[in-house]
């Protein structure tokens, strides 16, 4: 079994910044694959941003290139998304996720293991 928490998340303004963290516990092999989620009202679950916790190989959605980051801490089991110059379209549920998933991490929602979320609300 493996434990996901989420923190970080609440309300700024256009331009803002906010960083989320995932404390992950139980089974290293479950946890190969982290990875971040959203989800706003009325939409699907999107993939936003994962990274192969072996190799630190990260992925992105376009729509955050440049302004999201992905990151680690093994030492901590920690797993954060640095968000930076946020858009009120960025306003969803964020949701960590883990997987054995190693060199096929990439963003699907194909993950065993899901947080239960940390709102993030954009206004312009």
């Known amino acids: 079994q493996v434990q996901l928490v989420e923190s970080g998340g609440g309300s700024v303004q256009a331009g803002g910044s906010l960083r989320l963290s995932c404390a992950a516990s139980?089974?290293?092999?479950?946890?190969?694959?982290m990875g971040w989620f959203r989800q706003a009202p009325g939409k699907e679950r999107e993939g936003v941003a994962v990274?192969?916790?072996?190799?630190?190989?990260?992925y992105y959605a376009d729509s955050v290139k440049g302004r999201f980051t992905i990151s680690q801490d093994t030492a901590k089991n920690l797993v954060y998304l640095q968000m930076n110059s946020l858009k009120p379209e960025d306003t969803a549920m964020y949701y960590c996720a883990a997987g054995p998933m190693d060199a096929t991490c990439r963003l699907r929602p194909d993950f065993n293991y899901w947080g239960q979320g940390t709102q993030v609300t954009v206004s312009s």
């Open positions: 990274i192969a916790t072996s190799r630190s190989s990260t």
């Open positions: 139980g089974r290293t092999a479950m946890r190969h694959c």
